[in-house]
């Protein structure tokens, strides 16, 4: 009896640590949702207001590519810091990517990447988001690519 009773407990104590190493390991790779949606929500009011300080807060650099169109063609480059952001605020962050931006829904692609896309004639324009090294969203990437 008592050697049934001593398996018992350590069968017990088993689904137990196994509960909380799977909550855990949930916590630590499980979906990001509500912490996404906080993000995004600075990110929207951000866009609204215009801010561009805000804005450049939330975008982690240095960025690899960053999409502009200038007259027609589309370039994409690299954006090494914030002050060079901010310098160029108005080529980088244009009203027509703001506008569309606060009409587009943001779309899961993995529990650490979120995307925002849209159409326009034969383009297609992208924020993308990810979770990163600083453990919070950030913007990583924009794109424009045909349709």
């Given at each position: 009896?008592?050697?049934?009773s001593?398996?018992?407990?350590?069968?017990?104590?088993?689904?137990?640590?196994?509960?909380?190493?799977?909550?855990?390991?949930?916590?630590?790779?499980?979906l990001?949702?509500?912490?996404?949606?906080?993000?995004?929500?600075?990110?929207?009011?951000?866009?609204?207001?215009?801010?561009?300080?805000?804005?450049?807060?939330?975008?982690?650099?240095?960025?690899?590519?960053?999409?502009?169109?200038?007259?027609?063609?589309?370039?994409?480059?690299?954006?090494?810091?914030?002050?060079?952001?901010?310098?160029?605020?108005?080529?980088?962050?244009?009203?027509?990517?703001?506008?569309?931006?606060?009409?587009?829904?943001?779309?899961?692609?993995?529990?650490?990447?979120?995307?925002?896309?849209?159409?326009?004639?034969?383009?297609?324009?992208?924020f993308?988001?990810?979770?990163?090294?600083?453990?919070?969203?950030?913007?990583?990437?924009?794109?424009i690519?045909?349709?």
């Amino acid at each position: 009896m008592k050697s049934q009773s001593k398996l018992c407990n350590a069968a017990f104590v088993g689904l137990l640590l196994a509960s909380r190493a799977a909550s855990c390991f949930a916590q630590q790779s499980g979906l990001r949702d509500a912490e996404f949606r906080a993000f995004y929500s600075g990110f929207t009011a951000a866009v609204k207001a215009n801010d561009k300080n805000k804005i450049a807060d939330l975008i982690e650099f240095p960025v690899k590519d960053w999409s502009i169109e200038r007259k027609g063609n589309v370039e994409t480059i690299p954006i090494k810091d914030k002050a060079e952001f901010l310098a160029k605020y108005d080529l980088f962050f244009t009203p027509f990517m703001r506008s569309h931006a606060l009409k587009a829904e943001p779309k899961r692609a993995s529990d650490n990447h979120y995307t925002l896309i849209w159409e326009d004639a034969d383009a297609e324009f992208s924020f993308e988001f990810e979770y990163g090294q600083n453990q919070s969203f950030r913007v990583t990437a924009f794109l424009i690519g045909p349709r």
